[in-house]
């Protein structure tokens, strides 16, 4: 975030798929150890790099997330 490293537990679930675009469902903890639902589309640019938008979150920035080797 912000152009720097960050890891976060959480599960993801596929909702639906058209080529290299996936809708997914988010489930992750937040700080005061709620869980926290969100919907996101995920591109594929090659299988290492996937951009990830979060709906209804106007003020993130799509997220650019890349394989860990």
């Known amino acids: 975030m912000g152009g720097e490293a ?5 599960r993801w679930e596929l909702v639906s798929q ?7 469902k988010l489930t992750s903890r937040t700080k005061a150890g709620d869980e926290k ?3 996101g589309t995920a591109v594929f640019s090659d299988d290492d790099n996937v951009t990830l938008t ?10 650019i997330l890349k394989r860990q080797k």
């Open 6 to 10: 960050e890891n976060e537990a959480g």
């Open 18 to 24: 058209e080529g290299t675009t996936y809708r997914l």
């Open 37 to 39: 639902t969100q919907t």
């Open 54 to 63: 979060i709906e209804g979150e106007k003020s993130m920035p799509p997220m």
